[in-house]
Nanobody, 119 residues
């Protein structure tokens, strides 16, 4: 079982930046990649980005490509999401998850962290 704790959300104006963190733990952690998802009010949860623990290969949804950067610190079992050039449509609760290709969450979700972008 993988346990996840997200942090780093907040409120920013359009064009601003935020950095999200996801601290992960669990004996099966190395069996999966890690991903970020988001859920806006009234919408389904959607995939944002993913990264492999082994070699750091990264993947992005088209909506965030060029603006968001996912990274990981293997020593800390932590995954980050650097979000630049934020838009009001990025407003959502952001969740990290252990994932399998391409890309589906496995196990339980963390509590999520709210990101609000004002115009």
């Amino acid at each position: 079982q993988v346990q996840l704790v997200e942090s780093g959300g907040g409120s920013v104006q359009a064009g601003g930046s935020l950095r999200l963190s996801c601290a992960a733990s669990g004996r099966t952690l190395s069996s999966y990649a890690m991903g970020w998802f988001r859920q806006a009010p009234g919408k389904e949860r959607e995939y944002v980005s993913a990264i492999t623990w082994s070699d750091g290969t990264t993947y992005y949804a088209d909506s965030v490509k060029g603006r968001f950067t996912i990274s990981r610190d293997n020593a800390k079992n932590t995954v980050y999401l650097q979000m630049n050039s934020l838009k009001p449509e990025d407003t959502a609760v952001y969740y990290c998850a252990a994932v399998v290709c391409c890309w589906y969450a496995v196990g339980s979700w963390g509590q999520g962290t709210q990101v609000t972008v004002s115009s």
